[in-house]
């Protein structure tokens, strides 16, 4: 059994004295800090120039004492790296790497920039990973409820022999350590990020759309089958997490609906494509893919982006919700 750890198993006194740094004041890093302050630890923001973002002083409108991320990579103990993964290595190369000194702590938000080299640390620091799994406002809410989010810790580099002490402390502070906290490598957690999104987001948006298309050329009402495609999944998804999906499938769904899924739903997924973007993954193919697109300034996903905009179910759900409601 993987262990969980939970806020009785950590201790936050690793954090006594020393400044957390949170480098990115966006939807992740402005929850992380908010959280990190509530629980009693003493936190900066380091953004981007402020004719560059908005964030410094949004920042500094949230109560924070907020500077260049050079200047808060010099005063801080722990730095939490909250910056978009392609925007990592400049920015890590230009105002954090000149500034690290011995016995600092770096906490990544993704594991992509180090597993995948782009981003290489001195040995005299730590190198960890702390994630809580939701999106930013969901992380916040949650801690403000009294409650936290599920995440996962990291360890790459151990220099001042209490790594793992700090970024369990980190977590605690954040308020995953309310719900539970597993460790896992910096490989699983970044490949498996990028394996999930891929197959279950790409997936599960490409079967909507999918849906939908096909009823429109069919002849149904675009709102019906916008409706099908969309919003009759939303309101599964809930259940299915609160009480499980074979509870969902045996008891809280109709018969009908039970014998399309067992029989019909394993006829639209290709195991082997699942399979083999899986391997692509762990072979870096997709970091890859996408290391090189942004370098190129993103052009097949700016075109991608334009002909999903344009399509007839993103029109339909823009008059969907006038007409029906969020």
Known sequence: ????????????????????????????????????????????????PPE???????????????????????????LLIELADPAQPPIYKAEIAPNLSAGKTLCFCHGFNVLYGAIQPPKNVNVVLYVPNAPGHFVREKYKKGEGIY???SVDHDATG?????????????????????????????????????????????LMKMCFQTMVDNGYPPSFAYAKAIRSLRSVI???????????????CSRTAEFAIRTRGPRV????????????????QFARDWMQEWALGMPMLTRLRRTAAE???????????KEFGK
């Open 1 to 48: 059994m993987e262990k969980i750890y939970r806020d009785a198993d950590v201790d936050m006194s690793v954090l006594n004295g020393k400044t957390v740094a949170v480098i990115g004041y966006g939807i992740q890093g402005k929850a992380q800090a908010m959280n990190a302050r509530d629980s009693g630890c003493k936190v900066i923001i380091g953004t981007r």
């Open 151 to 153: 995440g996962c810790i």
């Open 162 to 206: 209490n790594a793992k002490e700090i970024v369990l402390a980190i977590a605690k502070a954040v308020g995953s350590c309310r719900a539970g906290v597993v460790e896992m490598t910096f490989q699983h957690e970044c490949e498996g990020d990028n394996f999930e999104e891929q197959i279950l987001y790409g997936g599960a948006i490409h």
């Open 311 to 321: 399509g007839e179910m993103e029109k339909t759900g823009e008059q969907w919700r």
């Open 52 to 78: 560059e973002s908005p964030s410094r002083a949004a920042a500094k409108a949230d109560g924070f004492e907020s500077m260049s991320i050079a200047d808060a990579t010099k005063q801080a103990d722990v």
């Open 238 to 252: 809930d259940v299915m997490d609160e009480v499980g999906i074979e509870e969902y499938v045996s008891r809280r």
């Open 269 to 284: 997924i290709n195991e082997e494509a699942i399979r083999e973007i899986f391997r692509e993954t762990e072979r870096g």
